[in-house]
């Protein structure tokens, strides 16, 4: 088959890598041995390796298994914009996204694993074969929700490659569905593992209906959070170019997510206090530590003022869009949510336990190697996930079809004039005008293709946007004569990425449909390696058709 | 490299490989010859309700094959069902109770819970007179008078409420536990993987995790148990008091009733009005704990006498 054969020619792509990629992989493998031993040492010897006891019988696999599923959520928050609003510069890197979910959801399962007493009975989990205890259980609920949404994003993530090494595009009536499928989804996965806790009676602090809410709250800053930092890697690691548009775009929505989330945050906390019930005990705990036990108040306190601030880094336009204050931001965030949604969220729900008895945990050197060596899993899998999609987005990879008849060698302009990432607005259009062209390729030093300037993104460029909403509550609060001003005059902020790209053997056909059904001007013809050989225009292409007519 | 050389020191035992296979990892020692077909039949072993007469029959037949090579000691697993028109329950006499804790040892030393590390089925509640009824908060597990009953406090032992709407088995992910027709909640064993969802849903900190392997000296051993009650645990599974259901299903007290020095537990059929426990129920002042929950334990704590 084909498809196997190319899959496989894909496949081999994760093996080809600089000294510096291997030099990750070891460092990854390092730890993820290190983790398997201490595992090895756990199954041997029991989760006794562990700090959880009979009183707090979740810990910190269970925490980082709540925060996880809140960054596998997260996809959509990149899959709404790009496919439902079809908001383009976040579309081209939803994939990314999608493929972030696919590693949190695996890390989610590996952290479910480790934390059971008996792994080897994880079958008797499944429904027919095993004894799922569906609907009753909220966790066969999850293992349904997380499962279904690994496929579904591993199915789209799939499919759209597939069809970009065929050089061809999506089709929207195979990916809609899915996609349709994939939003309520990803809200369910995060709703369903709130309720596992939520749904506990026994539990007084997690038996607040808010929980679900805030978890979602959380999850939609978190997630997006981490995918910021990986975009940015990405784009100085690679050929693909993510568009500043497009990050601060999310930051823009992770401005509203932690707003929610710290809404939230005090709502919980004015009941809780305000109140002050015998159930508020385990918050009090939390916040203010209780009998003389304190282990997790400066950790909290310290997880509310990362949040708090990073609110602030991402309410403002100004500091949202400076990459040092949003980079900032993002870490914050991360840490701020792992503290509050993982350990501050499972601990005191058994602190004090349901007879009184405070128990205070505190993770040992097992849990933690262990929880390192997932963390690194999920990094290697993202890492390869990566070098395995990437070729194949940016073009590099092509299945391409032998051609017959007229293919791109035999109409396009060769040679073409390329501009560099810092050419700015003028330039490009003394340029465009000078050689009476209506399009120039975007290279970066090595030669490769990014992206591509034409007439209509200088045009576009050159119209003011409507400011965002928060931009415009940023105007009220903060006036700045600064902000107004556009984001960037050069090509790399103007262009379009990735540029679409074909062979110099793509044929006619090929060439035609894809300018059609993309709606774009010109096709850049690049050889193997990147480079740019040629351009094919609507202009040459309607050459062709009105020769062969004549003839 | 300490780590290492404790992964080279693991025995190639059945649950070892079990995991090994899970992880598959352990490829090349996957027991393929016919000593090791227990292996298999143990991986395989159906839910305790899912299998016909003659499986279980095998099944036990292993399991005691099994416990005999671990606890060099013969041990019998009977499979005494519920008796028809029984519903069990337990009153527990607060005004009576000194907090001897003897119920608790006669339930370690009925039950085959782990030695190392220790596993206590009930536990015993100490709370100041006079102060919020019930403050569980501020009760204490752990105290060691030289004598008791201390002045001004009184003791409330707490195990399974073997509740009729238990919040422990509605959240089991594989149905692992269950509401026995007897009314005792009950766990398989062998079928438990050890989520410990159960044990978050409790309100009553009643179910306890094996976090090591149980060990249990050979002349420690009860050697006549139940198979949803008293036979030796794992590794990495959940277990729980189950109204000693090796004793009451065929006509005996629980272990901690027979121990309490002052008459403090009462138990019986509940659907039998001229039980001792239904005499308590209708005469007595009585109360079940946390009844918000809705949980309807058939613990039924009350005071024969006020003080």
Known sequence: ?551 | MKRLRDLSEIKLDRRTLLKGAALGLAGTALPLNKADASFWEAFFQKHFREMGKEDLKKVIERLEREYEKKYKKAIRIHNHPAMPGVLFGYGLDLSRCIGCRRCVYACFKENNPSRDPQIHLITVLRFKKGDKWVDLENSEKYYSPQQVPEPGYFYMPVQCQQCENPPCVKVCPTQATWKEPDGIVVIDYNWCIGCRYCMAACPYGARRFNWAEPSIPPDEMTTETHYLGNRPRYKGVVEKCTFCIQRTRIGKYPACLEACPVGARKFGNLLDPNSEIRYAIENKRVFRLKEDLNTYPKFYYFFAYGR
């Open chain 1, 1 to 551: 088959m084909n498809i196997t054969k190319n899959f496989f020619i894909a496949l081999k792509q994760i093996t080809i890598g600089s000294k510096k990629y291997y030099f990750w992989l070891a460092f990854l493998s390092f730890f993820i041995l290190l983790g398997l031993s201490a595992y090895f040492d756990q199954l041997n010897r029991g989760l006794i390796t562990t700090a959880m006891r009979d009183q707090v019988s979740w810990g910190l696999y269970i925490s980082n298994f709540t925060f996880l599923v809140g960054v596998a959520a997260a996809a959509v928050y990149l899959v709404i914009p790009a496919y439902v609003y079809n908001f383009k510069p976040i579309k081209e890197i939803a994939l990314f996204g999608e493929m972030v979910a696919i590693t949190a959801i695996t890390m989610c399962i590996l952290f479910i694993i480790v934390d059971m007493g008996q792994p080897s009975r994880v079958w008797h989990l499944l429904p027919v074969i095993g004894a799922m205890n569906f609907p009753s259980s909220l966790l066969a609920w999850d293992v349904i929700v997380l499962n279904g949404y690994l496929v579904l994003n591993a199915i789209i993530v799939f499919y759209v490659l597939y069809r970009l090494s065929l050089g061809k595009e999506y089709r929207m009536s195979v990916v809609w569905p899915l996609i349709i499928i994939s939003i309520p989804l990803a809200v369910s996965i995060h709703t369903v593992t709130a309720f596992i806790y939520n749904g506990l009676p026994a539990r007084p602090f997690w038996n607040a209906s808010i929980v679900a809410p805030r978890f979602l709250g959380s999850a939609f800053c978190s997630g997006p959070a981490i995918m910021l930092i990986l975009f940015q890697i990405i784009r100085k690691l690679s050929d693909v170019d993510i568009e500043d548009r497009a990050i601060f775009k999310i930051a823009e929505l992770i401005a509203y997510a932690m707003g929610v989330n710290l809404f939230l945050l005090g709502a919980e906390v004015f009941k809780e206090f305000y109140s002050g019930s015998i159930h508020s005990v385990p918050i009090k705990y939390l916040y203010f530590g209780l009998h003389g036990k304190t282990a997790f108040v400066s950790w909290i306190w310290f997880a509310t003022l990362l949040n708090i601030t990073a609110f602030f880094l991402f309410l403002f336009p100004k500091t949202r869009q400076n990459f040092m204050t949003l980079n900032m931001g993002c870490v914050f965030i991360i840490m701020g949510i792992y503290i509050e949604k993982g350990m501050g969220l499972i601990v005191p729900g058994f602190i004090p336990d349901t007879l009184g008895e405070i128990y205070e945990y505190s993770p040992t050197m097992q849990e933690i190697i262990i929880t390192i060596g997932i963390w690194a899993v999920g990094a290697m899998l993202y890492t390869l996930l990566l070098k395995f999609a990437l070729p194949v987005y940016t073009g590099r990879l092509r299945f391409g079809i032998k051609a017959k008849g007229v293919v791109a060698r035999d109409i396009m302009t060769a040679k073409p004039v390329t501009i560099s990432p810092d050419e700015t607005a003028e330039e490009i259009g003394k340029l465009l005008i000078s050689r009476s062209i209506s399009g120039v390729p975007v290279v970066n030093s090595d030669n490769m293709v990014i992206g591509l300037v034409s007439e209509s993104d200088i045009i576009f460029k050159a119209i003011q946007e409507e400011p965002y909403f928060v931009e415009k509550v940023g105007e009220l609060i903060l006036p700045d004569e600064e902000r107004r001003k556009k984001l960037g005059n050069t090509a790399k902020e103007l262009m379009t990425s990735p540029a679409i790209t074909a062979f110099e053997d793509t044929p006619l056909e090929e060439l035609n449909k894809t300018i059609t059904n993309r709606k774009i001007k010109r096709i850049i013809i690049v050889d193997k390696e990147g480079h740019p050989v040629g351009i094919v225009s609507r202009a040459d292409i309607l050459k062709t058709l009105e020769s062969k007519i004549r003839k």
